[in-house]
Structures are given as C-alpha cells and as structure tokens.
T-cell receptor, first 114, second 114 residues
Framework: EAGVVQSPRYKIIEKKQPVAFWCNPISGHNTLYWYLQNLGQGPELLIRYENEEAVDDSQLPKDRFSAERLKGVDSTLKIQPAELGDSAVYLC????????????FGPGTRLTVL | RKEVEQDPGPFNVPEGATVAFNCTYSNSASQSFFWYRQDCRKEPKLLMSVYSSGNEDGRFTAQLNRASQYISLLIRDSKLSDSATYLCVVNSLSMKTSYDKVIFGPGTSLSVIP
C-alpha cells in the first residue's frame, strides 16, 4: 500500500514569491495534517482536516498561508508571499479518523526561501 | 511554559547502555500519548503508544504518570540503530474547538556510540 505522497520534495524560491505543496494521504484516511518543522524542533501543526472540513487551523498564519482539501482526499498548502522565515520542512500526515490513531507522515517538502 | 516539554538532550550513550527520556505536559485534560521516532532528515514514525498501565515493546518501555503529568521512555541495551530523535506527542482537548489537539514536543536527540 502506498504511503503518504508529497511533492515537491525540495523547493527553492525567492522571498515574496508564491509556493504550493501537494499531499496525497493514505487511501481511506479521513484525517489529514499539515505540519511545519524547523531544524531541531518538533513538528508544529498548521492545519488539520477531518474529510474536507478544517477542524483546527488556529496555528495557520492566515495572512499568507492557505490550504484546501476540496474533495476530502488530497490537499494543497500555499504560501503567498513567502518570507525568509518560512524556510522549513513542511510535513503532511494522515490517519484514520481522529488524532488518537497513528499518524503516517510523508517525506516532507524542504522549502528554502532566499 | 510550553504545552509539551522534553529533556533537552542530546544524549550520548555507549552501546548496551540504558537510557531514559522524560516528557512533561501542561494540560491535565490530555487524553492520549505517544512516542515517535525521527531519523535524521526523515519523517517521524510511531514508536509506541503510551497506556495508563505502562507498556513494553521489546527493549522499549513507556510509562505514564497522570498525577505528575509526565511520560517516559526507557530504552534498554541500546543499539547503534537507536540513534535518532525521540518525539513525545500529547493529544489534548482543545479549549477553542470541540476537537482534540495534537501537540509534538521538541524532541530529544539520542546518539548511541560504539
């Protein structure tokens, strides 16, 4: 069975440019998470979806970040415009319904903003 | 105070040693607890869930102390392959939404030395 798929794996952009990340969760997983991870830190939740509903986006900087999961399957996270401080690894994870279940992570997208 | 805190590390131990990590959480309403392992430049993966009665999986033992609000992970007979960052994960009831909130600790780095 395929795991969580993310693309691209690496992205280098200049500040003020837009960038988008894509995630395809494990088939059948209702819950999808986007995390940001800085070097030496644990993942920080940006947004969590239950099917197509965003149930926790309290940590998402809504002035520049947006996300969607229109059909309750794959998801896109966008940053516009990117800032230098956005350089990090963006991780997508999925689980069966609810956070009490094991989360399966994708390989992440490593973003560098110059 | 951060909601989930871990021993700062890094821990450098010889092969065969026993090492223990602690994690404290601030929300007394926290419901479920996990340890994830993250290898360098890789995604986190579930190591084990932590149950109220404590649980063991081979060389790994996890314990929960609700009264003192901490969980621990004990690794016996350390192997070189145990070198990784160990992330404590706490699932707490969000005061802002009706959904649970998943919080990762900052991680504790372990290096097992030959």
């Amino acid at each position: 069975e395929a795991g969580v798929v993310q693309s691209p794996r690496y992205k280098i952009i200049e500040k003020k440019q837009p960038v988008a990340f894509w995630c395809n969760p494990i088939s059948g997983h209702n819950t999808l998470y986007w995390y940001l991870q800085n070097l030496g830190q644990g993942p920080e939740l940006l947004i969590r979806y239950e099917n197509e509903e965003a149930v926790d986006d309290s940590q998402l900087p809504k002035d520049r970040f947006s996300a969607e999961r229109l059909k309750g399957v794959d998801s896109t996270l966008k940053i516009q415009p990117a800032e230098l401080g956005d350089s990090a690894v963006y991780l997508c994870a999925s689980s069966q319904r609810g956070p009490n279940n094991e989360q399966f992570f994708g390989p992440g997208t490593r973003l560098t903003v110059l | 105070r951060k909601e989930v805190e871990q021993d700062p590390g890094p821990f450098n131990v010889p092969e065969g040693a026993t090492v223990a990590f602690n994690c404290t959480y601030s929300n007394s309403a926290s419901q479920s607890f996990f340890w994830y392992r993250q290898d360098c430049r890789k995604e986190p993966k579930l190591l084990m869930s932590v149950y109220s009665s404590g649980n063991e999986d081979g060389r790994f033992t996890a314990q929960l102390n609700r009264a003192s609000q901490y969980i621990s992970l004990l690794i016996r007979d350390s192997k070189l392959s145990d070198s990784a960052t160990y992330l404590c994960v706490v699932n707490s009831l969000s005061m802002k939404t009706s959904y649970d909130k998943v919080i990762f600790g900052p991680g504790t780095s372990l290096s097992v030395i030959p």
